[in-house]
Nanobody, 121 residues
Framework: QVQLVESGGGLVQAGGSLRLSCAAS????????MGWFRQAPGKEREIIAR????????YYADSVKGRFTISRDNAKNTVYLQMNSLKPEDAAVYYC??????????????WGQGTQVTISS
């Protein structure tokens, strides 16, 4: 069973930065695309960023483009989300997810437990 464990969430002032990490317990991490999603209270879960197995291709939602950066270190089985210029509307529970293929086809197969990001204005 694959486990995804997020860390790095917390309370930050608007305009500040946070870096989320997601460690995967899988032997072949570089076989899978990864994604970051978020869910704010009363809203549906939304995709924030995705990255292919090699890191060669990435995708960002318009709401975070230019402020967030997804990256991965396959040697450490870890995917990151660097979040800069945070806004109050970025507050949510952030989830990492693993796709079943090297590119982000279909829906993720595995999910982390989520990490809370709170923004103070």
């Amino acid at each position: 069973q694959v486990q995804l464990v997020e860390s790095g969430g917390g309370l930050v002032q608007a305009g500040g930065s946070l870096r989320l990490s997601c460690a995967a317990s899988v032997r072949t991490f570089d076989n899978y695309a990864m994604g970051w999603f978020r869910q704010a209270p009363g809203k549906e879960r939304e995709i924030i960023a995705r990255i292919t197995w090699s890191g060669g291709s990435t995708y960002y939602a318009d709401s975070v483009k230019g402020r967030f950066t997804i990256s991965r270190d396959n040697a450490k089985n870890t995917v990151y989300l660097q979040m800069n210029s945070l806004k109050p509307e970025d507050a949510a529970v952030y989830y990492c997810a693993m796709y079943p293929t090297q590119v982000w086809v279909g829906t993720p197969r595995y999910w982390g437990q989520g990490t809370q990001v709170t923004i103070s204005s």
